[in-house]
């Protein structure tokens, strides 16, 4: 079992999530070589290790010490690497990837802080798993309503992954969670904001476990759906701002990919207090339905399970399904509750007279089908799943086209992931460590592996997926910008989707990188990004800052998935740089009056820019917002990666066509 998968208590007990990643019901671990040979008779082999002889040799490591000269003047990297070519792939990299023997203190360290983080993540994950605390799970449980993980659980297929997505979203504040001693606290309580990721903006004052909203990707039936579970016990499973975007993200996932939609519908609708940042802005809770009516068009199915409150205009969601279910004694829909009506007309009614299940299966028509428990509920999701008529794709984990004949596993370890990236993130690295550990075979195919050294492409295969794969290894210049456009042309031409691995500062900036047109070149890069129209992954390993962060293909570039690592940071700058800049422009306004300022002053004004930048570049305070699609333990990366690939490349899902705009010469 993987570090990060922590088994949920009670009847849930056989699920693992992850953060944005792969759980395996029943206990096992992730995709491991035990679990890959048990399923073989269903799916076929998973797995086909062969020796690492067949890959590397023992040449002089200092043979190939040409591919890390850097064209500028860098720090030296912190790890030595020995590239042995194989001799039919001699433009390919199958790396015994080592840390420097004279730099010990550091690996030591580096691995430590790692262990660290995945501590701290799986703790903050445990706490969102108790959704709105204990008293709220056991008024749930006292209505005979099943959790919405536990749902998922009876939905999906035994023994195949679930990847959950965006687990920590609304999790503004947290607080003690370092010296977690297993307490019951309602996730849902405010914090005072004492650590860095914590928020200091009182609409945000108050967690949303999860927000209110579990949303993922399984295997129900033998195809792949995007499932969406409101959490009942968090605020009554209202919708708040972090809950409307969540779900809204979820849908557009389900469109893009073309995955099946299934709504397991438990919510008391708008959350009234914040009315006006969830009901009329373009992106708030009508989107939702206007998404439901344009993936039907697009003929993405849609299947809804009412478990509990179907409320106002959250009733739209069963009555715009393809086919809706509707369990007997709990689930309810109507537009107006027994109250608004009382109110409006006088007419006294309770929930189930005026839209219980009885009235919806027999009077109303809305609900196709009536469950007598939720069970029951899930086993008709499973059966309407399976009369789709949805092509399975590969023998792999089924419809996932992972490849039927298996992969290689990597020379080296994934478990070494969290430790290759330095404690201190201004020491530079060598990102093929990371590639050696992330690939197939440790197997890369180099893209002008001697220009533009300051970053890296070229094609490898993860879990059996052809990728090409873009990843920093320094800040951006000229001539990195023009080889990783060049490089997304080639991938968009060939349909080959791309990751990008981000641990950028941004591009070159100063006089003669002005002159030389850093401006054009970064250009290039940002157009042939946003153009591309081959699925595109993003994972940040690192650093996320400015430009960089564009032409790396941040959220905005529209990424099928965004993940990090708990080390990532992101921002518009580095909050020195920041703090540099604000106090040289407060120091001119000052100066312009003839006045003074000391350097006491200077340092007082430049500690609370610092202290903000600090708390809002972390992976949790991203993680929070919904800018990424979860933060993932480093050594789950090539799971993680791996299906959501096969997802991204599911038949029908690469565009056959990519028009790129003008590329200023």
């Known amino acids: ?50 020796s690492s002889d067949a890959y590397c040799n023992d040449s002089d490591p200092s043979s190939s010490s040409s591919l890390f000269d850097r064209p500028y003047p860098m720090p030296s990297p912190q790890i030595d690497h020995s590239i042995h ?9 199958s790396a015994r990837h080592k840390l420097d023997p004279r730099d010990e203190t550091t690996r ?12 701290r993540l799986n703790s903050r994950l445990a706490r969102v798993r108790s959704g709105g605390g204990e008293r709220a799970v056991r008024r749930h449980r006292e209505r005979n309503k099943m959790l919405p993980r536990e749902r998922i659980d009876a939905l999906v297929d ?42 200091i903006d009182p609409q945000e004052s108050m967690n949303v476990p999860s927000g209110a909203i579990i949303t993922g990707i399984g295997i129900i039936s033998g195809t792949p759906c995007v499932v969406i579970g409101n959490d009942a016990t968090v605020k009554g499973g209202t919708y708040h701002p972090i809950t409307v975007k969540k779900h809204l993200r979820a849908q557009e996932i389900a469109l893009e990919n073309r995955l099946p939609c299934v709504y397991l519908v438990d919510s008391g609708g708008a959350y009234l207090p914040r009315q006006s940042e969830v009901f009329p802005d373009r992106d708030h809770f009508g989107r939702i339905f206007y998404n439901q ?133 201004k020491r530079p690295f060598d990102v093929r460590a990371i590639l050696a550990r992330l690939l197939d075979g ?30 920093n290894n320094g800040v951006l210049f000229s001539e990195s910008s023009l080889k990783a456009a060049h490089f997304v042309e080639l991938c968009s031409q060939r349909g080959v989707p791309l990751l990008f691995l981000q641990n950028i500062t941004g591009f070159m900036i100063g006089r003669r990188y002005e002159h030389g047109g850093i401006a054009k070149d970064g250009a290039k890069l940002v157009t042939a990004v946003a153009s591309s129209n081959v699925p595109k992954l993003t994972l940040i390993v690192g650093g996320s800052y400015g430009a960089g962060n564009y032409g790396m293909c941040g959220r905005s570039y529209g990424p099928r998935f965004l993940y990090t690592w708990p080390n990532a940071r992101i921002g518009v700058m580095g909050g020195e740089q920041a703090a540099g800049v604000l106090a040289a422009v407060q120091r001119d306004a000052v100066e312009s009056k003839g006045e003074t300022w000391s350097d006491e002053e200077e340092d007082e ?44 490349r599911r038949r029908g899902c690469v565009p056959n066509e990519t028009k790129f705009g003008v590329f200023r010469m």
């Open 442 to 471: 440790s197997r890369f195919h180099e893209f002008k592996s001697n220009y533009g050294k300051t970053i890296v492409c070229g094609f490898g295969s993860i879990l059996g997926q052809k990728v090409g794969i873009i990843a």
């Open 158 to 199: 035994p023994g195949t992954p679930f990847l959950e997505l965006s687990a920590l979203a609304g999790m503004y504040n947290w607080n003690d969670d370092d010296n977690d001693d297993g307490d019951d606290s309602d996730g849902s309580d405010s914090g005072d904001g004492s650590e860095a990721e914590g928020s």
């Open 293 to 425: 009516a344009r993936m039907s068009a697009a003929n993405v199915p849609q299947i809804a399970a009412v478990c509990g409150s179907c409320t106002a205009g959250g009733a739209y969601v069963p009555a715009m399904s393809d086919e809706t279910i509707i369990v007997r004694g709990n689930g309810t829909i109507f537009l107006g509750g027994p109250p608004l009506v009382r109110a409006a007309t006088g007419e006294v009614v309770s929930a189930e007279e005026l839209g219980g299940a009885e009235v919806h299966a027999t009077v109303s028509g809305v609900a196709d089908h009536l469950a007598e428990d939720e069970r029951d509920a899930m086993r008709i999701v499973r059966d309407i799943v399976s009369n789709l008529n949805r092509e399975a794709i590969g023998d792999g984990l089924t419809g996932l086209n992972l490849n039927p004949k298996g992969w290689d596993e990597p020379l080296h370890p994934p478990s070494e992931l969290g430790s290759i990236v330095p404690v201190d993130p």
């Open 1 to 50: 079992m993987t570090a990060s998968a922590v088994v949920v208590a009670s009847a849930a007990a056989r699920v693992m999530t992850l953060s944005s990643s792969l759980r395996r019901r029943g206990g096992s671990a992730l995709l491991d070589r035990a679990s890959a040979s048990a399923a073989a008779g269903r799916c076929g082999t998973l797995a086909r290790p062969l």
């Open 605 to 648: 004004f430049r500690k609370p820019i610092l202290d903000k930048y600090e708390r809002e570049s972390t992976s949790y305070y991203s993680t929070a917002r919904l800018w990424d699609d979860g933060i993932i333990d480093p050594a789950d990366t090539r799971q993680v990666l791996g299906m959501s690939l096969a997802i991204a």
């Open 85 to 93: 070519r194989p001799p039919t792939l001699s433009s390919s990299t």
């Open 108 to 119: 030591d360290a580096s691995a430590r802080t790692a262990a660290s983080q995945v501590a």
